[in-house]
């Protein structure tokens, strides 16, 4: 029997309009935005549908619209596809957030109510910080290491073979992009980001978050949820909250979270959410494996096909 896994889409997949076919075809996914919003208590699916552009990107809002346009293309491929089920889930940064309510440790509202407070709480951390982040294309992990060291930066995103993300103060971003393109990186492309995610200057969000997530229930997973930080599946409540903590400020290992899976037997895997970014690292981490992705109306229905031919 084939193994799928669930993968959820991260900051930077945001885009004006995603969700916006969705919310015009069906019925219950009009009602998921609705659901949202009353959740919240602002028009959250008007910014995903209309922007503007710099009010979406807008950590507390991207946070929060990601894990809301990804909730509702899962739900809608669970409805469209009736036999198709899923034995694990993860989900890149915010992501992981996604995934857990996917696997049923988080429900849908506290998991929207946590990424919006976690992307207040990093904006407000972007802020009070000069911080940014880098890719660095085709520098082993090692090479990049020892850039970092010498900027004084941190290693952030481990996505794919050849495409390593790096993140801290502007001016050591600066200097580490030169460094690596000495050691002879093909590119060191400073990204369009708030601030230096998944690094030390990300700890002032850290505290507010582990009071957002204390009272939350968090139940046992259905299925394996991989955590960011340790490339294993998260295992019980407690460890759960204290991970999303240190995922703050801890890189995001993707590319070993996602050998973990192929190694257990998992071939077939369905980006969620907006934007393709997961099924770009998987071809280049496991070209063989099989990949769809459910972003709006075409690829739905194109993933729908698939599966039910399957």
């Not at 885009?15 to 069906?26: I, Q, S, Y």
């Not at 890719?135 to 952030?156: K, M, R, S």
């Not at 409540?237 to 979270?257: D, G």
């Amino acid at each position: 029997m084939t193994k799928t896994a669930l993968l959820f889409a991260g900051q930077g997949a945001q885009a004006v309009g995603m969700g916006r076919d969705l919310a015009e075809k069906f019925p219950g996914a009009r009602a998921l935005f609705d659901h949202a919003n009353a959740v919240l208590g602002y028009d959250l699916a008007k910014v995903c549908f209309e922007g503007p552009e710099a009010l979406l990107t807008n950590t507390g809002n991207a946070q929060p619209g990601i894990f809301l346009v990804s909730w509702v293309a899962m739900q809608l491929l669970k409805e469209q596809a009736p036999g198709f089920h899923f034995e694990a889930t993860a989900g890149l940064s915010l992501g992981e957030f996604t995934a857990l309510a996917a696997g049923g440790v988080l429900s849908f509202e506290d998991g929207l109510k946590l990424v919006r407070q976690r992307g207040l709480l990093m904006q407000q951390a972007c802020e009070a910080t000069q911080g940014g982040m880098a890719a660095i294309i085709n520098l082993d992990e090692a090479a990049t290491q020892a850039v970092c060291a010498g900027a004084g930066v941190e290693l952030a995103n481990l996505n794919c073979p050849g495409q390593l993300v790096i993140s801290g103060s502007s001016a050591g971003i600066a200097a580490a992009c030169e460094l690596a393109k000495a050691r002879g990186a093909k590119r060191a492309l400073p990204l369009a980001v708030a601030g230096a995610y998944h690094s030390r200057l990300m700890a002032g969000a850290q505290p507010g978050l582990q009071a957002a997530l204390e009272p939350v229930t968090a139940a046992r997973s259905t299925v394996m949820v991989i955590s960011n930080v340790t490339a294993q599946p998260h295992e019980s409540a407690p460890e759960i909250k204290k991970l999303l903590v240190a995922q703050v400020t801890s890189p995001v290992r993707w590319e070993a979270s996602m050998r973990y899976l192929l190694a257990r037997g998992f071939t077939r895997f369905i980006e969620l959410g907006p934007g393709r970014a997961l099924s770009g690292f998987m071809k280049r981490i496991d070209g063989g494996a099989q990949m769809f992705n459910v972003a709006d109306a075409a690829s739905l229905a194109a993933t729908v096909e698939a599966l039910n031919r399957a």
